[in-house]
């Protein structure tokens, strides 16, 4: 099995582009994604929460068109951490646990009702999937509250008992309906327990690892946990977020190490994750054509190799990293004279053109923001010459018209990819830009 999970918290392409991805995807020979759809459904459970980016008719046209392509769905609902979305809101408050806004209570009976009518609804809108995947990932507050530290501390397995029951508990639940439950592994190695008996035997276990070692002794733990195990990379996690790329080549080593261990024979499937936010409430990672090149090495490795974007991620990588005064327009002309046969692979490349544009906005705000004043102190000591400073004005003057076109062209590309969340996607890439750039020299 080779996977990919999309992440949905963040920016959603419009369906005609999502549909798009769906004929890639499949064509690229994945077996199945697994959905993380937080509110961008709009759950009869959770009412009030849906965050529209497709309509349910459009998404009926997605869920159809992976069918069609004989790629599998997985829906994705967290269980008990990653609910910001759920339990920022204040009619879900005395859910959380110990007041936390990520992490709901599982001693709580309401909770336990919430999850179980949440997941008959799952099942419901995905009547056909063989997996379900239940979360489960970076629950820091486990066993915080007063009812859960008691349990935790009759737990044979402390904290983790809590997970390993709540989360058995559903895990049981998804069985009994003929379905797999997949759960994410690294609570295993957070607490350093190694224990799963309270879970279904079929639950397959996910061992997400994202560095470019590949020794990782999570897997082989796991492993003798007798639980299928599948491995997990990123094609993209958390990054910068005042930039609009992040570093390309890391996230393709990290997918290349987890094909070695494939080939040799170490861990038989795979799922490939793209993150689009860090949690629900951080800034969003933005369009997702820029990390082709993830895509395209987690399909065929090999392939990736001889692919034309290869030479051209590396020189981008090394863009995005260059000293702030690197001159990068010589390679944004050339990467806007590329050409390709796959719309997508010129989308990408598009973004790329983008992104090295809005490095420069950046590095030019912060040039403003640090280096006139630097000028202006000197004056009380030795004055400051007019015209300098009607020289740095102007400077600032036209990176503010720079910015303000970036933020122009991006907006046009954006919308053309019918981009959900453009205008809080923009506010975040431009608020530190603009604030640097207000920093008038000589005010
Ligand atoms: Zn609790």
Redesign the pocket.
Known sequence: MNWIHLDLKGMMPGVEAMLRWIDWLAAAGFDGVVMEYEDRLPWRVLPGLYREALTPEEWQRVWARARERGMQIAPLMQTQGHLEWVLMHDEYAHLR??GHWNEI???RPEAQNLLRAWLDEVLARHPDGRYIHLGGDETWHLGT?P??RRRAEASPHGRMGILLEHVGGLCRYVTSRGRLPMIWADMFWRTNTWSAEALPPETILIDWQYGSGGNWPSLAALQRLEHPVWGASAIRSGFDAKYALAPLGMRVDNILAWERLRRAGSVEHLLHTFWARTNSLTPNYGPWEGWLPGFLAAADAAAWERHPLKPLCDEVDEAMTAPEWTDLDPLIGRLESFTHDDSLVRDCVAWWVLSLQQRQAVHHAVEVALRNPAYEAVAPYRGIDPDALAARRKTASQYRGQAEAWRQSALAWLKAHGYSDVPEYLASKMAGIERCLAMTPGV
Do not use: V
């Open positions: 646990e110990d209570c599982p001693s509250c009812d859960c």
